[in-house]
């Protein structure tokens, strides 16, 4: 119950495409999901979180969209850029307890 | 900006060692995690931190134990490695107010190698 799965494991895009990467959990007590990214020879960093009182949330070409009665969240990015191609974590949290992490997807983004 | 640095970005040690990887942030955080990072596995929490002195277990302790003796520092310790420890080992930290609602900063990682 503790889970969150994501897919894809790995994911290739041409430029300009939309990527998207699906995370589905269990826990109805989740109330925090963050999403992550880590470039090669670095530490994952925030990319965009969402609360589930919304349904989606948009920063630049990154929206997140929360499906809370299906229990999935995803990540999508518009119009996809060779400097995307990174490993995205999906993450999870409930009452400020700590962040269980999907297993990631490696995104690579082609000219 | 929050600088989360890790002693080392690479060690090999040998089956037995005891093994120290050190974490520092200069933020001021008062929450602090080592994670391991493995292909397929995504990441997983060790230990963390929400105050000096203190600690609690995350999902995989087994075989690793903490110490924070300084607010800004918090080193993870193989009393005996393992091969089965060789992995990415990331450590984060985190503003207090709820241990996860606020963004984790994270260290380059060390990979570590045991043989």
């Known amino acids: 119950q503790q889970q969150v799965k994501q897919s894809p494991q790995s994911l290739i895009v041409q430029k300009g495409g939309i990527s998207i990467i699906n995370c589905a959990y269990e826990?109805?007590?989740?109330?925090?999901f963050p999403w992550y990214q880590q470039f090669p020879g670095k530490g994952p960093a925030l990319l965009i979180a969402?609360?589930?009182?919304?349904s989606e949330k948009k920063e630049g070409r990154f929206t997140i969209s929360f499906n809370k009665s299906a229990k999935q969240f995803s990540l999508h990015i518009m119009d996809s850029q060779p400097g995307d191609s990174a490993t995205y974590f999906c993450?999870?949290?409930?009452?400020?307890?700590?962040?269980?992490f999907g297993t990631g997807t490696r995104l690579q983004v082609f000219p | 900006d929050v600088k989360v640095t890790q002693s080392s970005r690479y060690l090999v040690k040998r089956t037995g060692e005891k093994v120290f990887l050190e974490c520092v942030q200069d933020?001021?955080?008062?929450?602090m995690f080592w994670y391991r990072q493995d292909p397929g596995l995504g990441l997983r929490l060790i230990y963390f931190s929400y105050d000096v002195k203190m600690k609690e277990k995350g999902d995989i302790p087994e075989g690793y134990s903490v110490s924070r003796e300084k607010k800004e520092r918090f080193s993870l310790i193989l009393e005996s490695a393992s091969t089965n420890q060789t992995s990415m080992y990331l450590c984060?930290?985190?503003?207090?107010?709820?241990?996860?609602?606020?963004?984790?900063?994270f260290g380059p990682g060390t990979r570590l190698t045991v043989l």
């Open positions: 933020m001021d955080h008062e929450n």
């Open positions: 984060a930290s985190s503003l207090f107010g709820g241990v996860s609602y606020n963004e984790q900063f």
């Open positions: 826990n109805t007590a989740f109330d925090y």
């Open positions: 993450a999870a949290s409930m009452r400020g307890d700590k962040l269980i």
């Open positions: 969402i609360r589930p009182d919304v």
